[in-house]
């Protein structure tokens, strides 16, 4: 059998079917999930390429392997291309995910023991960065700092107060449920004063930072991280950017200390995105995306939710569905039955658990792409507003479901059909 002698749908008819059921979710559901988007046909081109056949352990120029004369240039366009994107030093672009890039960071600089100052999970962190189920937190002496109890915004002088305590020896900022911009300027003061090296986690906003809809972080800090996909709109993927001083030790932490062969159809993907990245089209979108969320927030505020912080200054924000007695996932299940995907999320100080949840958090990224304006999205918040006061009726989920069809008919996320 010769490697092209049978297309998907004949030779595994079952994943073809549940990738024909994807492709139908997704152009009938209005995806709300904060880290979620649709990427361009070229970025899809690019992943399904034949580029994922080559090894290409090392760098360009400077491979374990033969043949790799193409995978190359792939790669040395993104890395460019990233450069003027976000104005750093140098970047890496290897790493299969934000975890794996911050995972290399941390192992680049740091000793198992070593302390860490980052943002508490449940106020809006992440995972890796030093939670106890992960492995940055089993291998790091992890201080959290919190957002205000009142304010829900980040205390800035309780992070100083940390950190002359506790002298870490790198501070992160960044987070994935954080509503709020967050002054980067003022998490370097804070390294500064204590001899600490500052790592910026900008997975969710790395696009807005782009556009300049929020300010960089990559001036003043040691170490920057970025996914790929989310605001960038790109595939699923990781970025590393440093100052020029730890590029050696950033590079060989990934190759060959965490990962082995990187994904060259996946990188090509990035240097796709990238370039898209450079286009006033992409900062007006980036702009639309935070203008849909503000008109969202302050829609579902006037119905009376209570909505994280008071608001939001991204692309996200978080409703405390507590507040109206429901639970996160009660609530997310119901949304998604009537046709509109969000996910379940601790919000600040939530006394219930992480499978349960107080909040529900919501992203305009997704419908941005498709190409909604404010208009469209207080339409959606409406539709929200009428499934979380009644959730339990399932004949308003139908409607809402037939409703939310008839929308996105307006709004096709890709020219051609697309087949599994």
């Known amino acids: 059998m010769t490697v ?3 297309d ?3 030779s595994d008819p079952e994943l073809y079917r549940a990738i024909q059921g994807e492709i139908n979710r997704q152009e009938n559901t209005i995806v709300l999930i904060a880290s979620e988007n649709f990427v361009s046909e070229a970025v899809l081109q690019a992943t399904g390429s034949v580029l994922t056949n080559k090894y290409a352990e090392g760098y360009p120029g400077k491979r374990y392997y033969n043949g790799c004369e193409f995978v190359d240039i ?4 993104a890395i460019d291309r990233a450069k003027a994107v976000f104005g750093c030093d140098h970047v890496n672009v290897q790493p299969h995910s934000g975890v794996q890039a911050n995972i290399g960071v941390l192992f680049s600089v740091l000793d198992p023991g070593d302390t860490i100052l980052s943002m508490n999970l449940s106020h809006g962190g992440h995972l890796s960065h030093g939670n106890p189920v992960n492995i940055s937190g089993r291998l790091f002496n992890i201080v959290f700092y919190n957002v205000d109890g009142k304010t829900e915004r980040i205390d800035y002088s309780e992070v100083m107060s940390l950190a002359r305590e506790h002298k870490p020896r790198l501070i992160i900022c960044g987070a994935s449920s954080y509503p709020r911009e967050i002054d980067f300027a003022k998490f370097g003061e804070i390294a500064e004063s204590c001899g600490a090296m500052l790592m910026a986690d900008i997975a969710h906003i790395g696009g807005l930072v782009v556009a300049g809809v929020h300010n960089s972080p ?4 040691d170490f920057v991280t970025v996914t790929t996909h989310k605001t960038m709109r790109g595939p699923r993927g990781g970025m ?3 100052k020029e001083q730890y590029a050696k030790k950033i590079d060989s932490t990934m190759f060959p200390g965490t990962q082995g062969g990187p994904l060259m159809h996946v990188i090509a993907a990035k240097a796709v995105a990238l370039k898209e990245a450079l286009t006033d089209e992409f900062k007006q979108y980036q702009h639309q995306i935070v203008k849909n969320a503000t008109a969202m927030a302050d829609q579902l505020t006037k119905k009376g939710f209570r909505i994280v912080s008071g608001g939001t200054d991204n692309h996200l924000f978080l409703i405390d569905v507590g507040h109206r007695g429901l639970t996160g996932n009660v609530a997310a299940d119901a949304l998604e039955r009537a ?5 379940k999320n601790g919000i600040p100080y939530d006394t219930r658990p992480p499978r349960i949840t107080s909040g529900v958090r919501f992203g305009t990224p997704a419908v941005t792409t498709r190409g909604m304006k404010e208009k469209d999205v207080l339409i959606v918040a409406d539709l929200i507003a009428d499934v979380l006061l009644d959730v339990t009726n399932e004949e308003m989920l139908r409607r809402t ?3 939310v ?3 996105l008919k307006d709004f096709p996320i890709y020219r051609h059909k697309l087949e599994g």
């Open 8 to 10: 998907l749908s004949t």
């Open 339 to 343: 046709g509109i995907c969000a996910n």
């Open 4 to 6: 092209n002698s049978r």
């Open 405 to 407: 069809e008839e929308i």
């Open 218 to 221: 990559v001036p003043m800090s």
């Open 401 to 403: 479901r037939s409703r």
């Open 74 to 77: 792939a790669e040395q366009l």
């Open 240 to 242: 590393i950017m440093c």
